[in-house]
């Protein structure tokens, strides 16, 4: 099993940036990438950003390019997602994921409000 962990969230002004951090724990051996995913209210929950465990290689949801930037440290087996610029439309609960062998985990979430 691998446990994720998220931190970070909380109340923005727009234009305003916060940094996420997700803690993965347990058999973090087996997880071949990562991610952030969020939901706002009344809507699909999204991918965000991720990287690859292995070559580092990223992947942005249009709306967040150039804005989010998501990042890792292996040894600390920590990911963050650097965001700047918020807009009140980033609202939502920012949920980590891990891809491990054929499962993947969530963590519970962080809640990120952005006022206008």
């Known amino acids: 099993q691998v446990q994720l962990m998220e931190s970070g969230g909380g109340l923005v002004q727009a234009g305003g940036s916060l940094r996420l951090t997700c803690e993965a724990s347990g058999r973090t051996f087996v997880v071949n990438a990562m991610g952030w995913y969020r939901q706002a209210p009344g809507r699909l929950r999204e991918l965000v950003a991720s990287i690859n465990s292995g070559d580092g290689r990223t992947v942005y949801a249009d709306s967040v390019e150039g804005r989010f930037t998501i990042s890792r440290d292996n040894a600390e087996n920590r990911v963050y997602l650097q965001i700047h610029s918020l807009k009140p439309e980033d609202t939502a609960v920012y949920y980590c994921?891990?891809?491990?062998?054929?499962?993947?985990?969530w963590g519970q979430g962080t809640k990120v409000t952005v006022s206008p």
């Open positions: 994921n891990a891809i491990g062998i054929g499962t993947v985990y």
